[in-house]
């Protein structure tokens, strides 16, 4: 059942939606009393040239088929039929005649019928799909059932990053080069060894693939993931270069040609939407999902299976890898931050910051003036920064202020509502409300230089991340310190001296003996 497409027009402006009654010519109707809704009943699908020609017919002569008053109602309930699946696949051709009709007031001629675009080969959506959907009986146990699941996820999960992985050599990568919208230094720092990626996961996809049986069923998968897994360690190269991946490819963004270019494929349907940092993070996020699939897998797996004993394997190897990755990116992170600060006073560059081996946490934070500035939690030191770009475009912080040594950081939270800090206070950070939200205060020991700084989260939930980071690193912090200056200033002792711990003091012959040696 079908609503008759040309017995209406509705216009919408500030949000109010008008009908203004029109015939197929796109003349206004003269009806004084009510107007009436006319449900065409028609069971079968009109081509489109027949469609155009019944359009034609109907505004030269008037149609004698049966319709069926419907009263006004508040409702929209009962008038608007459902949509047969197949009239989705108009809907362009719907949205071409409905602009027409607002914009010309004259019939539209029959034109001839376009030929349908060929579907892209990259879909806009992933269909999900479960071991269930693949077997067609099984004997299972629930809990066998789950298992395999979860093993189908994993062997589809490697199948689909496959598959984006090629999609951003050959979408992206290779077009970029050839028409030189980069240079091939550039596209190199940015995709990194992405390529190297490809035939990793695609040899354990046919592993995978290998050990279905003749019932789709899989057997022992834990020998095949601890053979496996230690090939992840080349994810180490590929993590540590997305932080300047990720900064180069901001930069490149400003550029006209390199924008057009990547907001042309996001908008195609073999994006699904996503930008080319989405694909270019897949890879990280797969990685630490493995963790995550073989506890499942290990869940689900009975106590007699010979899985039983490997799986524990395999979760501990795979750990291993995720934390020596992770590590090796927070180095790296923290090496990229530290070299990308500038430096006003030669007094700002604290040993602590170059001692410093990772990132805690960074991001805006505003001051008490409302200034919005980028923060630095380092392993040993607090940075306040102000973004800014060098010569060549690239970003770089301006060290704001006087950084704090993490040891010395004395931290108050800031309760919501508490109007402290003064009006300028409560003016940057309550937009002229009385009320402060959101912030905290620091501040250091001992150092006349290193003034308090009142900060303010964009949220709660910002700010509750921001002090439990800085409680963390203050604790660690202080726990070095003291570790560091036990062992400088412990005194060592005197090899010659050593005997007097095992003396007697009831013997000043013995003790006259001893050190007369």
Known sequence: MEVEETS??????????????????????????ESTTRIIEDDEEDEEGEMMSDHMKDSEEPSNKRVKPVAKSNSLTGVITPVKTPALKRIGQSISRSISFRTEARPLPPGPLRPRTKASSFPRRRNSQCWSDTVESHDLTAKEIKRQEVIYELTQGERQLIDDLILVKKVYYEPMLKLDILTES???????????????????????????????????VGPTLIDWFPFLESYVTYCCNQVGA????????????????????????????????????????RLVKYPLLVKEIQKCTP?????????????????SIVGEVNKKTGEAECQFYRRGLSYLEESQRLPEIQQSRFLYCHGELKNN????????????ALVLSRPG???????????????????????????????????????AFSGGNDKVRNCF??????????????????????????????????????????????SQFSPHPDPALYHIADLSLSSDTEMADHTSR
Do not use: M
Request: proline share 5%.
């Open 8 to 33: 209406e027009t509705r216009t919408s402006w500030s949000g109010e939606t008008h009908s203004i009654p029109c015939d197929h010519a796109g003349k206004r109707k003269q009806d004084p009393t």
């Open 186 to 220: 550039e596209l190199g720092q940015i995709f990194g060894t992405l390529d190297s990626l490809i035939p990793l996961h695609q040899d354990l996809l046919s592993r995978l693939e290998r050990l279905r049986g003749s019932e789709k069923t899989v057997g022992e």
């Open 246 to 285: 990720k900064a180069l490819l901001d930069q490149k963004k400003q550029e006209k040609r390199v924008e057009h270019f990547l907001r042309l494929c996001q908008e195609s349907s073999f994006s699904r939407k996503l930008d080319l940092w989405n694909f270019l993070d897949l890879p990280r996020s």
């Open 303 to 319: 106590p007699d299976h010979p899985d039983e004993d490997t799986l524990p394997d395999a979760l501990e190897l795979i750990q």
């Open 369 to 380: 003036k409302g200034q919005r500035l980028h923060v630095f939690l380092f392993e040993l």
């Open 389 to 427: 770009e060098d010569r060549d475009g690239g970003q770089v912080f301006h060290v704001y202020r006087q950084p704090l040594p993490n040891a010395l950081i004395n931290l108050e939270e800031i309760p919501d509502g508490e109007a402290s800090g003064g009006g300028a206070f409560r003016g």
């Open 441 to 486: 205060r620091v501040s250091s020991r001992g150092r006349s230089k290193a003034h308090p700084y009142s900060l303010q989260a964009n949220d709660s939930f910002s700010k509750q991340q921001w002090i439990t980071c800085l409680r963390q690193a203050i604790v660690q912090s202080r726990d070095r310190t003291a570790q560091t200056s036990q």
